[in-house]
Nanobody, 120 residues
Framework: QVQLVESGGGLVQAGGSLRLSCAAS????????MGWYRQAPGKQRELVAA???????NYADSVKGRFTISTDTSKNTMYLQMNSLKPEDTAVYYC??????????????WGKGTLVTVSS
């Protein structure tokens, strides 16, 4: 089991920055991959950025060059630094962790989300 708690969302003007945090209930070393997803009103949830246990990263084209995903293993926390925010970045942002079991079955864990609102 992994509990995930997001924080750092809020209201920001276009062009501004926010840093989201996702605190995990267990060592990040025991988690195979983590990621940030977002869901805007009326839209499907989409991948924003992901990071593996080997520190490989992947970003959605819409956020490349503006967002940075990272982890702090000492704090068991994942971050999403968001710069140059746009109104279209407005969404609920969710944290996800993937743990692959001994039976090689991937288990997904989700946080409850944090709202980011970017005003124009």
């Amino acid at each position: 089991q992994v509990q995930l708690v997001e924080s750092g969302g809020g209201l920001v003007q276009a062009g501004g920055s926010l840093r989201l945090s996702c605190a995990a209930s267990r060592s990040i070393f025991t988690i195979n991959a983590m990621g940030w997803y977002r869901q805007a009103p009326g839209k499907q949830r989409e991948l924003v950025a992901a990071i593996t246990s080997g520190s490989s990263t992947n970003y959605a084209d819409s956020v490349k060059g503006r967002f940075t995903i990272s982890t702090d293993t000492s704090k068991n926390t994942m971050y999403l630094q968001m710069n140059s925010l746009k109104p279209e970045d407005t969404a609920v942002y969710y944290c996800k962790a993937v743990v692959i079991t001994i039976a090689t079955i991937p288990l997904d864990y989700w946080g409850k989300g944090t709202l980011v609102t970017v005003s124009s």
